[in-house]
T-cell receptor
């Protein structure tokens, strides 16, 4: 079936370091990908998205990389801060299905 | 601008009962999506409503149902509750039908079935 999986369920980094969260997807029809951040007790918040006609997109302190050849997505966070501690989800749209398919999430723990 | 609001924040029900969860989208948003987030799992797509109609449904049994009202608010109903229905139920809204684009999530309803 369709699935979006994450390589690392937990990632612990030191404050100020760069973080890289990885994600694999399985649906070749997916043409839109999103990263969400979910803090405890809150709903997921949009971080950054990328369409399949791009391989890189940058935001403020975040960069998303897309490798369609190996169906891999990554989120890079520069100069990680304690406020970045949260669960990060990647999601794909599975083509024109009008729904998002989410991975199980990666817990990012930032050590001061 | 008010975000997506969900009520109640917590709900405790007994197995076999029915649960009703409510969602108010951002003003002007016509699409409402429901997701289930069980402990340790990602978000599983439940339902999508747009302009009052059910547009898409995830792989859930028929006892999960819902509706969207003329003001675009939405209800999720879960009948004959089972223990494994315990989860965080998230609602999201968007302006367009494009998956993911402009999704805004609420904080969810934590449903506990005992």
């Amino acid at each position: 079936g369709e699935s979006v999986g994450l390589h690392l369920p937990t990632l612990s980094v030191q404050e100020g370091d760069n973080s890289i969260i990885n994600c694999a997807y399985s649906n070749s029809a997916s043409d839109y990908f999103i990263w969400y951040k979910q803090e405890s007790g809150k709903g997921p918040q949009f971080i950054i998205d990328i369409r399949s006609n791009m391989d890189k997109r940058q935001g403020q302190r975040v960069t998303v990389l897309l490798n369609k050849t190996v169906k891999h997505l990554s989120l890079q966070i520069a100069a990680t801060q304690p406020g970045d501690s949260a669960v990060y989800f990647c999601a794909e749209n599975g083509g024109a299905t009008n729904k998002l398919i989410f991975g199980t999430g990666t817990l990012l723990a930032v050590q001061p | 601008e008010a975000g997506v609001t969900q009520s109640p924040t917590h709900l405790i029900k007994t197995r076999g009962q029915q649960a009703t969860l409510r969602c108010s989208p951002i003003s002007g948003h016509t699409s409402v999506y429901w997701y289930q987030q069980a402990l340790g799992l990602g978000l599983q797509f439940l339902l999508w409503y747009d302009e009052g109609e059910e547009r898409n449904r995830g792989n859930f049994p028929p006892r999960f149902s819902g509706r969207q009202f003329p003001n675009y608010s939405s209800e999720l109903n879960v009948n004959a509750l089972e223990l494994e229905d315990s989860a965080l139920y998230l609602c999201a809204s968007s302006l367009t039908r494009a998956a993911g684009s402009g999704y805004t999530f609420g904080s969810g309803t934590r449903l506990t079935v005992v």
